[in-house]
């Protein structure tokens, strides 16, 4: 079956534009990740939903980002105005029942941004 | 210092050898997770623990809750192994995951 997928794949952004970028979890998922990649570092966590819910926004790093998952199932991370500092791969990650990390997760392919 | 520490950071080694990376945590967690990240940035669970040790394949994972430490050893090593080995945990009360910096593995032929 199909996994979790990721779009675009790459974004190359001017600095003060923004970005939506679109993570597709594995259908009938309750719970959905966003994390944040830095260049050589290890994927830092910035949100989690259940079902529609958003339960945890506690990484977001500033009211820049915004996420939503307004139907349960595709969920948008949306970055206003980028700063250089947003360049990162965005990694999205679905599983299956709803106990946060308690449970294997399904990583998408992340979304490379880079912003100028 | 980091909440998830790992150790060795890079590791060489030949094809056939025995490897451990290991992991060690500051916090209360709920649980472990080792992951494999292949270049190119695609991510992969290979265990979730949360007590003693599970196997699947040539990969073994313990975890000692007592001493906050967890190990992944792989048996009978090959090139497609090559990877970065990431640690996370589940800080109790935490809905996401929090990453160790990840062990570089490079088996050669």
């Known amino acids: 079956g199909a996994g979790v997928s990721q779009s675009p794949r790459y974004k190359v952004a001017k600095r003060g534009q923004d970005v939506a970028l679109r993570c597709d979890p594995i259908s009938g998922h309750v719970s959905l990740f966003w994390y944040q990649q830095a260049l050589g570092q290890g994927p830092e966590f910035l949100t989690y939903f259940q079902n529609e819910a958003q339960l945890d926004k506690s990484g977001l790093p500033s009211d820049r980002f915004f996420a939503e998952r307004p139907e349960g199932s595709v969920s948008t991370l949306k970055i206003q105005r980028t700063q250089q500092e947003d360049s990162a791969v965005y990694l999205c990650?679905?599983?299956?029942?709803?106990?946060?990390?308690?449970?294997?997760?399904?990583f998408g392919p992340g979304t490379r941004l880079t912003v100028l | 210092k980091n909440e998830v520490e790992q150790s060795p950071q890079n590791l060489t080694a030949q094809e056939g050898e025995f490897i451990t990376i290991n992991c060690s945590y500051s916090?209360?967690?709920?649980?472990l997770h080792w992951l494999q990240q292949h270049p190119g940035g695609g991510i992969v669970s290979l265990f979730m623990?949360?007590?003693g040790k599970k196997k699947h394949g040539r990969l073994i994972a313990t975890i000692n809750i007592q001493e906050k430490h967890s190990s992944l050893h792989i048996t009978a090593s090959h090139p497609r192994d090559s990877a970065v080995y990431i640690c996370?945990?589940?800080?109790?009360?935490?809905?996401?995951?929090?990453f160790g910096k990840g062990t570089h593995l490079i088996i050669q032929p």
């Open positions: 996370a945990v589940i800080r109790g009360g935490a809905d996401g995951l929090t």
């Open positions: 916090v209360g967690i709920s649980a």
């Open positions: 990650a679905s599983s299956p029942i709803g106990l946060a990390g308690m449970n294997e997760q399904f």
């Open positions: 623990l949360s007590s």
